[in-house]
């Protein structure tokens, strides 16, 4: 009786992780992209990206954070990055107003390399 009582807990707690792990697996679930050039198109939305890549093209939606490395990052005018954006490289420009971390952002006012 006291081993049926043992495996039960068990299974418990078991699907009680599942639930758990299921409930947080987004929050840490960047997408990453290498290569060339990465583009996030205008209407596509990802849930955070993380890239290694020559250049970096954002037309469209990144809904966390954009980090990583590249030669160069473009942030155009309909480009949206909703979190942070830590990114190593030689040049970011960005066309007219972006939104960056949920703020407008002016390069007439954000200097740039």
């Keep these: 009786m006291q081993r049926q009582r043992a495996i039960s807990g068990s299974a418990v707690l078991l699907v009680a992780i599942a639930v758990v792990a299921g409930t947080f697996s987004g929050v840490a679930a960047a997408e990453t992209r290498s290569g060339g050039t990465v583009v996030v198109e205008e209407g596509e939305t990802v849930d955070g990206l993380s890239t290694f890549s020559g250049t970096v093209i954002v037309r469209g ?15 155009e005018e309909s480009g949206v990055v909703t979190g942070d954006a830590t990114l190593g490289g030689d040049s970011i420009r960005l066309a007219a107003t972006a939104n960056v971390g949920g703020e407008d952002v002016n390069p007439r006012n954000h200097p740039t390399k």
């Excluded at 990144?62 to 473009?74: H, W």
């Design 61 to 75: 939606t990144i809904d966390g954070n954009l980090d990583g490395a590249a030669g160069s990052v473009v942030i």
